[in-house]
């Protein structure tokens, strides 16, 4: 299956973000005192996880859209099941083995939310989420 156009830009965007906030996370490690190379293959190990698991959701979803809605509901639920398990074992890995530090590896996980939100802000400011008036 051919890679949509949309998937890998919005893989991209996601991976610009982690980078973004990967590097303040590690700033705020080493400003605090707290930074040791696990943090760094911490921080590798959740972002690798987050643009993954991102990814391979846009998988899902350029390959849902193709099928009957039962089908695709059933393809969705899966895809999240498997999804999460691969995150559990990342945070897993992050919390058995010594050279990764835990928190290094569990916060990079939420960096796509907070990439998406934050790309949305401009997009409200203008009124083009739908649900504000134009020109405000």
Known sequence: MKIDKTVRLETVHIAVGE????????????????????????????????????????????????????DAKAKMKVSQMLRTFFILIIALLGAVLPCFQILAVLIPLFFPRITIMLRNIPLKKKGQDGGGEQGE
């Open 19 to 70: 980078l973004i906030l990967s590097v303040l996370m590690q700033a705020v490690f080493l400003l605090i005192g707290k930074w040791s190379y696990t943090v760094l293959l911490g921080n590798i190990l959740g972002a690798f996880g987050a643009i993954m698991n991102f990814f391979l959701m846009g998988l899902t979803i350029q390959h849902a859209v193709m099928l009957e809605e039962k």
